[in-house]
């Protein structure tokens, strides 16, 4: 018993000390066969679909368009296997080509959040409010830094009020509600949208290449600090009926 006591002490304190190792990861996906899955949604007399050309730095992108008057178009890839909440995000990008009309309502990427109650919508800035202007014809690299890029939390009726014009960074250390934090969320897609943001021309875009960068804990210091804490478990069990 005290073998076992100091073993799943040990392997607490080693777990507590390695706590903050944490690794790299990155998701990639150019629309090509596997990777992600993907799927596309769009209202009526809006399309969001595959196509061959024109492409970034593939073979493969996404083609978003919206005639005068509808809503949205969008891609969204699937990241559930990733397992990553929105504290882990470090950093995404995707290339976008602005075939014709204007980049008043340029896609912009969200990130579905599952809530306590709901699912709540992050949602990054239109880029041309950010500055970033698309010429026509020309791939641009549209990048979200969770320090600077403005978002905004949409569909959230719970928690705090809904936050605009915050960073991911500044939202991420926000309290949910008792106990939680934004930063713990799971976060299982990320969408790339093109919607009329008051541009009552017919727009159409293609999106290539998005990668999302995050740091997630590392999993042997998870499965160190599991061990550990199960054989304090143990111990505390045969002590009370010992």
Same mark, same amino acid.
């Given at each position: ?50 196509? %061959? ?64 109650? %709901? ?64 930063? %713990? ?58």
């Amino acid at each position: 018993m005290r073998k076992l006591l100091l073993i799943s002490t040990a392997a607490v304190a080693l777990a507590g000390a390695a706590g903050n190792d944490s690794y790299a990861e990155t998701i990639t996906e150019n629309f090509e066969a596997g990777g992600p899955a993907f799927s596309f949604s769009a209202s009526i007399g809006a399309a969001a679909g595959i196509a %061959s050309s024109p492409t970034y730095n593939s073979t493969k992108s996404v083609h978003l368009s919206i005639p005068s008057g509808m809503l949205a178009a969008s891609v969204s890839v699937d990241v559930s296997s990733h397992g990553l909440t929105l504290g882990d995000l470090t950093s995404a990008d995707y290339w976008v080509y602005l075939a014709s009309g204007k980049d008043i309502n340029a896609p912009y990427i969200y990130f579905p959040v599952k809530t306590p109650h %709901s699912t709540a919508y992050v949602v990054m800035f239109n880029p041309p409010d950010m500055g970033i202007n698309l010429a026509s014809s020309t791939w641009t690299d549209i990048t979200v830094n969770p320090d600077t890029t403005p978002f905004h939390v949409a569909n959230d009726t719970t928690g705090i009020p809904n936050p605009n014009d915050v960073t991911l960074a500044e939202l991420s250390a926000m309290s949910y509600s008792a106990g939680t934090t934004w930063g %713990s969320l799971p976060i299982n897609l990320a969408a790339i949208e093109v919607g009329q943001e008051g541009d009552a021309l017919s727009s159409e875009y293609y999106v290539d290449d998005l990668t999302i960068d995050a740091t997630v804990p590392e999993p042997a210091s998870m499965a160190l600090l599991g061990v550990g804490l199960l054989g304090l478990g143990f111990i505390r069990q045969r002590r009370r009926y010992a």
